[in-house]
């Protein structure tokens, strides 16, 4: 069965798309609120592709529909949901790039859900770096899970590096602080505007996210330790195991 999801996998995903499918993860976890008991990780993501904070989510989902779609006729078609399958391409994306191999290590077994998640649950763009661990908080994620998360931006067209090279680039970016540079030209300011979102330019302004930012720009198979440990708790969140 895990042969038959890695197979799939292969087929169908290709380094350019590795970006957009490990956003598809965060945003189908992202919507558990540990108060409320709903949300994370259950494929609802498919229901909300019309909400503000889904644009591009489809670039994602179209990759991991036809690896899913790719399981019928193998050991895995029946046994795999398709929130499974987000959670396993996430793993195999980031292998993909150069990260740390970890697909083997996704748990299965997930339920899929039958209708949206409640909306407003994914955090703003524009949130400081004490609001973001505040946010994430909400959802039972430590500052370090927050922190090891966020190096998934060192893949994308966000600046962080080379934009299909799963590294430490992120933080080391982070720690340079490009955006606030002594003596910076007009040009070196407008390109320093383009790196990153603004909740990762404001991620640096915390002392405790500061520590990872610092520990994960020295040492990257920390993070890569880290980050394979906090994606695997991502991907249970509100998960309801039922294979």
Not at 55 to 73: M, T
Not at 163 to 180: E, G, I, K, R
Not at 211 to 234: E, G, N, P
Request: charged share 25%.
């Amino acid at each position: 069965m895990r042969r038959a999801i890695r197979d799939a996998l292969t087929a169908n995903v290709v380094r350019t798309k590795c970006p957009a499918v490990l956003r598809l993860v965060f945003h189908d976890a992202g919507t558990y609120l540990e108060s409320a008991g709903d949300g994370g990780m259950n494929a609802s993501v498919t229901y909300e592709l019309n909400r503000p904070e889904s644009f591009g989510l489809k670039r994602g989902l179209s990759v991991v529909k036809s690896a899913y779609e790719a399981l019928q006729g193998t050991a895995a078609e029946g046994k795999v949901s398709f929130a499974d399958m987000i959670a396993c391409a996430g793993a195999y994306a980031v292998e993909f790039t150069g990260g740390p191999t970890f697909l083997e290590r996704v748990p299965l077994g997930r339920a899929d859900a039958s209708t949206a998640d409640p909306e407003n649950r994914m955090p703003e763009q524009t949130l400081g770096g004490r609001e973001m661990r505040e946010h994430f908080a909400r959802s039972g994620v430590s500052t370090r899970d927050m922190v090891a998360l966020a190096g998934a931006h060192t893949i994308g067209g966000k600046g962080f590096g080379d934009a299909y090279t799963f590294d430490n680039a992120y933080y080391a970016t982070l720690v340079a602080d490009p955006w606030n540079k002594p003596n910076m030209t007009k040009d070196e300011a407008e390109m320093a505007e383009h790196i990153g979102l603004p909740s990762d330019k404001y991620m640096r302004e915390d002392e405790e996210n500061m520590k990872w930012i610092t520990k994960y720009a020295s040492d990257q198979d920390a993070f890569y330790a880290d980050f394979v440990d906090a994606y695997l708790r991502l991907t249970s969140l509100g998960a309801r195991f039922v294979f």
